[in-house]
Each structure stands twice: as structure tokens, then as C-alpha cells.
């Protein structure tokens, strides 16, 4: 970050979350900015300051209470907010992050206390640049921008989604050890078609029906070319998005700046890492998996291209590997005879029906050895479905990948007591650990954390040019490699939380290595490749001034 700037003196000094450190001050630093008398006397450690701050988060019983407090210890002090969540990473992240957070987009007018990353509002659309240039801290290594359309399984905020991109970057703080004064959460505000946000007299977003066709194309068009210009070593991550929008948007974008979509690449990544795992404990390789998906969206797609990618680096030919594929939307199976598909969506169509097109009917008819759900049903994976794909295979992997937890395809505990204990299971949402056969098995949290993170540090360490599929395939396949359930077949797919720090060094340089073969980042031994790596990782600390 540099030196302390000179203007920040007494009050002003702490108010300044990113250098403030309370009652840590020393004496000399007291004495040296002109701060006793706004403090206490007594001088505390980070950790004394931790354990007070923490026994003032237990006593919120609300989870929705618990982030609030959170957020207004971030815009305090930010050391002591990551260290924190640092030590009581388990309990901590779901309040930051999912599922709490789509409560905090819910609410986000109401519990709005300060200024946190941008708001580019369509009416100042001739005024992009200057608004980035208002960003709060000059230089940008990640950016993280939503519209709001499509926040988790909740639908259009407005700007309220904001609260996504402020909880993604903190995660990109908290695990990738990105400087939290090098990140820039922002909201394209270009209206909501929530009426019940627009008839909320306290929203604070433009009151005004979203703009589409070429007016919202432009817009968009209008940002990247801002950020090209005021910020052009950023990552630029795009976050919940709608369907129609997502891809278009990554894939106008992927060539011309530093940039991914988390919904799209991300959970792609992290679902394959996962069912990776799964498929060397069932030692079942994949170009032999059957694979079913509820939900036919962006994200599933996503999932179900890198899954491909996968076989075919199995051995099979791509026609072969998208054969072993069956996705249904609402209306049902993807089948050729479908008039309303996307392009991505008609790769994956089937040239005819399978059994009754419904998922019940497809899962009865075939041996399916996979089953993933991105579609926000709750309690759609129901227990005849689920005892019948476990009856026809001896370690069903199924993984309900909608999130918040109440649009959960099924609970870890329903899916663990169908199967008989059989189920390779990871969630989308956080589950706690089933209890069967007298044992407490730990379910892995099939989330985006386990990737972004460490995009962001490998872009910081390897200074790619480009952010390509093949890299989130190496940032897959070392979480696999890191999965605690090649150990013991009963552990969880995932790695635990609090070894996420360390995990995200690994992916980190695999995505770096991947990076430099193929010519999209500067060559280096691969030593000098993983100093760049640990030393790009911030970690919670005060410094002396």
C-alpha cells in the first residue's frame, strides 16, 4: 500500500479503515498522529482486539444482524475485520458470503451505513471514466461488478446487489490475500424490474425499469472501455448476471481484457474439481460418467463444458462426450426438436427423448452416475429419484448446487440417508455435518471460494495477459488433487475451510504455470513463479508506522 499519506492525522486517521488500527495504536503512534484523547488509555493487541470484537459478534443472534456488525467492523478497520474472519474462518464466511448475503441484497437499502465501491448509474453513462476515477484507492488489482439482475436464487436487486461483489472481494481478501485496498466492488445500475423494490420508497438505486436491447449493450460496451482506460492491469470479474446477458457478455469481453465470469467459469471449475475427487474414490474414470443436470442456465452450462473438457482429456471425442450428458430446464429435456434453446444449451441437446423428458423419467431410464442441480427448486431431487439412482449405481455423486440454502435441489441429510451412506455429496449451500452410522460426516460446500480467490492471485503473481477456460481447468484439477477424500474415502470432497489460504497458493500457481504455457504470461522458473505467489498473499497484520 505504501507509506501512511501525510494528511491522515487524529480523527481522520481513524477513520480510515485501511490504516486505522483503535486502541493497537502504541504510544509512540499516539503520540506521533496526534491520537490521545480520541482513544482509551490502554493499548491492545490485534489479538485482545479479535477476541473482543468476537464476543461482540456472538451476541447477535441474527445472522442477518451478525453481517451488519461485520460490515461496519470492515468500514472501521479492516485489519481487524480479516483477521477475524480469519480466525473463525468456518463460522465467519457463511454470514459474509452465502447464504447470508442474499438477505444483505434484500435489505441492502435499509442497512446501508456508508460508501463501499461504486455505483455507475445509467443516468451518468456519459460520465463512466470520471466515476472511476472517483474510486476510493488508486490502484486496482481486482474488480468485481454486478448488475443486480440475478443475484444467487433470489432474482433482480437492483442495487442491492452490490452487497455481492463487496462480499466476493472480501473473499478475495480473506482466502487469496489480495489487498483489500486493491480491490473495487461495483453496480451497473441500470434500473430494477422488481416491483417491489420499485414501489420501496427507501431503495437507493435508479427508480426506473431496466434498460435492454442496444441502450444496455452500449452501456456495457461504455464500462469495459472506462476500465480499459482508467484501470488496465485489473482483473475484471462479472458477477450474477442474467442468463441471457452472462455469456454474451464473456464471451465479447474474454479477448479483450483481463476478465471471467464466476457464475459461468467459476462454479464450472469448482463443480469439476469436486466430481474430480469423486470420480477417483469411485474409481470410475470420467469419459465412463453419465451426468444429469436440473437446470439449464449459464451456470450449468458452464459446469457441463468444463466436465467435457474434461472427458475429452479422458480419451473421448467431443461428439462421444457430449452424449453423455442429459440437461432439462422448467420445460424439461434439452432435445433437438426444441425450438427455444440457446446455442450453448443446443450442444448439449439429445437427438431424441429420454424416457419422459422429466427428471424422474430420465433418471429411471438411464444408469446416471452423476447428478448436479443448478435450477433454485427447492427439495427438486425428491427421494424416489434419488433411491432410484443409487439402486442402479454403488457411489451416486450428487451435488445440489443452489444456493441460498432454502432453493437447495435436496439436503445433505436426505441425500446421505437415500443412499445409505453411499452418496459422494457436495451443496452449494453450507450444510453441517450429517450424523450416520454412528459417524458425523462432513459435507464440502461446493463454493466459488474455493477458485476465485486464487484466480485473483495467480493474475497478481503471474501477470497473465488473457484469463482462459484451460486456466480454470489447472485451478480445477489441483483442487482435486487437494480433495481430503483421496485419504479417506469418507471425508469430504473438498478441502476444509481453514486450509483455504494455503489452497489458494496451489491453485494459484497452477493457474500461473498454465498461464505462461500457453503463452499468455511471462515466462519464469517455476521457483520464482511461487515466491511471486506467496508474496502476493496479504495477510492480516498491523504495520508500523
Same mark, same amino acid.
Given at each position: 500500500m505504501g507509506p501512511l499519506p501525510e494528511a491522515l492525522r487524529g480523527a481522520r486517521l481513524l477513520s480510515a479503515p485501511a490504516w486505522n488500527k483503535g486502541t493497537a495504536f502504541t504510544e509512540q503512534e499516539r503520540n506521533r498522529f496526534g491520537l490521545h484523547g480520541l482513544l482509551p488509555p490502554y493499548v491492545e493487541t490485534l489479538e485482545a482486539q479479535v477476541a473482543r470484537a468476537y464476543a461482540a459478534y456472538l451476541a447477535y443472534e441474527k445472522p442477518l444482524n451478525r453481517h451488519i456488525y461485520l460490515r461496519q467492523l470492515q468500514d472501521n478497520n479492516e485489519v481487524l475485520f480479516y483477521r477475524? %474472519? !480469519?480466525?473463525?474462518?468456518?463460522?465467519?464466511?457463511?454470514? =459474509?458470503?452465502?447464504? @447470508?448475503?442474499? /438477505?444483505?441484497?434484500?435489505?441492502?437499502?435499509?442497512?446501508?451505513?456508508?460508501?463501499?465501491?461504486?455505483?455507475?448509474?445509467?443516468?451518468?453513462?456519459?460520465?463512466?471514466?470520471? %466515476? !472511476?476515477?472517483?474510486?476510493?484507492?488508486?490502484?486496482?488489482? =481486482?474488480?468485481?461488478? @454486478?448488475?443486480? /439482475?440475478?443475484?444467487?436464487?433470489?432474482?433482480?436487486?437492483?442495487?442491492?446487489?452490490?452487497?455481492?461483489?463487496?462480499?466476493?472481494?472480501?473473499?478475495?481478501?480473506?482466502?487469496?490475500?489480495i489487498h483489500p485496498a486493491r480491490t473495487l466492488p461495483v453496480v451497473l445500475d441500470v434500473g430494477t424490474n422488481n416491483e417491489e423494490v420499485l414501489r420501496d420508497p427507501t431503495y437507493l438505486g435508479w427508480h426506473h425499469e431496466r434498460i435492454c436491447g442496444a441502450e444496455y449493450d452500449d452501456f456495457i460496451e461504455c464500462f469495459v472501455q472506462a476500465v480499459k482506460q482508467e484501470l488496465p492491469g485489473a482483473c475484471l470479474q462479472w458477477e450474477d448476471f442474467s442468463q441471457p446477458h452472462a455469456r454474451s457478455i464473456l464471451d465479447r469481453y474474454r479477448t479483450r481484457l483481463l476478465t471471467f465470469n464466476d457464475d459461468i467459469q467459476g462454479t464450472g471449475a469448482v463443480a469439476l474439481g469436486a466430481i474430480l475427487a469423486a470420480a477417483k474414490v469411485t474409481g470410475r474414470p470420467m469419459r465412463e460418467q453419465k451426468i444429469v443436470f436440473l437446470g439449464a442456465g449459464s451456470a450449468s452450462i458452464g459446469v457441463a463444458d468444463y466436465l467435457r473438457a474434461a472427458m475429452i482429456e479422458d480419451g473421448l471425442a467431443d461428439g462421444e462426450a457430449r452424449r453423455r450428458f442429459w440437461i432439462l430446464d422448467k420445460e424439461g429435456l434439452l432435445v433437438e426438436s426444441r425450438a427455444d434453446l440457446r446455442p450453448e444449451q443446443r450442444i448439449y441437446a439429445r437427438s431424441e427423448m429420454t424416457g419422459d423428458g422429466t427428471l424422474g423419467g430420465v433418471i429411471g431410464a438411464i444408469d446416471a452416475t452423476i447428478l448436479i442441480g443448478l435450477s433454485t427448486v427447492r427439495g427438486a431431487?425428491?427421494?424416489?429419484?434419488?433411491?432410484?439412482?443409487?439402486?442402479?449405481?454403488?457411489?451416486?455423486?450428487?451435488?445440489?448446487?443452489?444456493?441460498?440454502?432454502?432453493?437447495?435441489?435436496?439436503?445433505?441429510?436426505?441425500?446421505?440417508?437415500?443412499?445409505?451412506?453411499?452418496?459422494?455429496?457436495?451443496?452449494?449451500?453450507?450444510?453441517?455435518?450429517?450424523?450416520?452410522?454412528?459417524?458425523?460426516?462432513?459435507?464440502?460446500?461446493?463454493?466459488n471460494v474455493y477458485i476465485f480467490p486464487a484466480m485473483g492471485l495467480g493474475a497478481v503473481a503471474a501477470r497473465p495477459r488473457r484469463i482462459t477456460d484451460s486456466m480454470f481447468l489447472a485451478a480445477a484439477r489441483a483442487l482435486a488433487a487437494s480433495s481430503p477424500a483421496l485419504k479417506d474415502p469418507s471425508a469430504p470432497l473438498l478441502p476444509a475451510l481453514q486450509d483455504l489460504r494455503e489452497v489458494s497458493r496451489e491453485i494459484a500457481y497452477a493457474v500461473g504455470c498454465d498461464a505462461q504455457r500457453g503463452g499468455h504470461a511471462p515466462r519464469c522458473p517455476p521457483e520464482s513463479l511461487m515466491q511471486s505467489v506467496t508474496a502476493a498473499q496479504w495477510t492480516p497484520a498491523y504495520p508500523e508506522f
Open positions: 477475524l %474472519l !480469519l480466525d473463525h474462518i468456518a463460522e465467519t464466511m457463511p454470514i =459474509v458470503y452465502t447464504p @447470508t448475503v442474499a /438477505e444483505a441484497c434484500r435489505h441492502f437499502s435499509q442497512i446501508y451505513r456508508r460508501p463501499r465501491g461504486l455505483f455507475i448509474s445509467y443516468p451518468l453513462r456519459d460520465r463512466i471514466p470520471e %466515476l !472511476l476515477r472517483n474510486r476510493p484507492h488508486p490502484e486496482v488489482d =481486482v474488480i468485481c461488478v @454486478t448488475d443486480g /439482475e440475478r443475484i444467487l436464487g433470489i432474482g433482480d436487486q437492483g442495487v442491492g446487489g452490490l452487497a455481492i461483489p463487496i462480499g466476493k472481494l472480501s473473499l478475495y481478501s480473506l482466502i487469496g490475500g431431487f425428491t427421494e424416489p429419484i434419488v433411491r432410484e439412482m443409487a439402486r442402479k449405481v454403488e457411489r451416486p455423486i450428487i451435488l445440489p448446487l443452489s444456493n441460498p440454502t432454502e432453493r437447495s435441489e435436496a439436503t445433505a441429510a436426505e441425500l446421505i440417508h437415500w443412499t445409505g451412506g453411499r452418496a459422494l455429496v457436495a451443496t452449494g449451500s453450507p450444510f453441517a455435518a450429517v450424523d450416520y452410522g454412528g459417524h458425523a460426516l462432513a459435507i464440502a460446500q461446493c463454493n
